[in-house]
T-cell receptor
Framework: SQQGEEDPQALSIQEGENATMNCSYKTSINNLQWYRQNSGRGLVHLILIRSNEREKHSGRLRVTLDTSKKSSSLLITASRAADTASYFCATVDNFNKFYFGSGTKLNVKP | KAGVTQTPRYLIKTRGQQVTLSCSPISGHRSVSWYQQTPGQGLQFLFEYFSETQRNKGNFPGRFSGRQFSNSRSEMNVSTLELGDSALYLC?????????????FGPGTRLTVT
């Protein structure tokens, strides 16, 4: 299956610390996207990185992509309690299908 | 701009019944995708519609169907409901098809099948 796998499944940190979560996938991609979901609600798009890009920044977010290892990482710097949510990576293949990973549950303790 | 809206937000049905869920995309967005989210299977892609045509389809049985209207609003229908269909159904709209743009998700419809 193309579905990505996030690692770790759960992460608990203190406010102010950095949070890193990883995503691995299996086949070629057009791009990879990261989304956040607050408890049982809709997903919010965070960042999109294309297959020919290696790194992208958006505010406190930094995403890297290594297509040779078929993996991506999302770094949230100086985390806040409001960052508590589930984070999903989504790969888009060359047939334009989206595949979401299983998600990382991030808990940021105030 | 108003976000993606989904109706109803909550639904309780019994096995064997059928259900129709509705999604209104962001104004100007022409692509609408549907996803099923369950604790066991995660987020799974159902189908994508663009300009009233189904562009992509996930691995779901034929009981799951959808359509898109000329104003880009979309509906999905599940016939002969099974207990395993209990899930959060998410709709997402995008400017166009092709996966090169981010998707904007609605709040979802929580379907419970008893």
């Amino acid at each position: 299956s193309q579905q990505g796998e996030e690692d770790p499944q759960a992460l608990s940190i203190q406010e102010g610390e950095n949070a890193t979560m990883n995503c691995s996938y299996k086949t070629s991609i057009n791009n990879l996207q990261w989304y956040r979901q607050n408890s049982g609600r809709g997903l919010v798009h965070l960042i999109l990185i294309r297959s020919n890009e290696r790194e992208k920044h958006s505010g406190r977010l930094r995403v890297t992509l290594d297509t040779s290892k078929k993996s991506s990482s999302l770094l949230i710097t100086a985390s806040r309690a409001a960052d508590t949510a589930s984070y999903f990576c989504a790969t888009v293949d060359n047939f334009n299908k989206f595949y979401f990973g299983s998600g990382t549950k991030l808990n940021v303790k105030p | 701009k108003a976000g993606v809206t989904q109706t109803p937000r909550y639904l309780i049905k019994t096995r064997g019944q059928q259900v129709t869920l509705s999604c209104s995309p962001i104004s100007g967005h022409r692509s609408v995708s549907w996803y099923q989210q369950t604790p066991g299977q995660g987020l799974q892609f159902l189908f994508e519609y663009f300009s009233e045509t189904q562009r992509n389809k996930g691995n779901f049985p034929g009981r799951f169907s959808g359509r898109q209207f000329s104003n880009s609003r979309s509906e999905m229908n599940v016939s002969t409901l099974e207990l395993g269909d209990s899930a959060l159904y998410l709709c997402a709209s995008s400017l166009t098809s092709g996966g090169v743009y981010e998707q904007y998700f609605g709040p979802g419809t929580r379907l419970t099948v008893t």
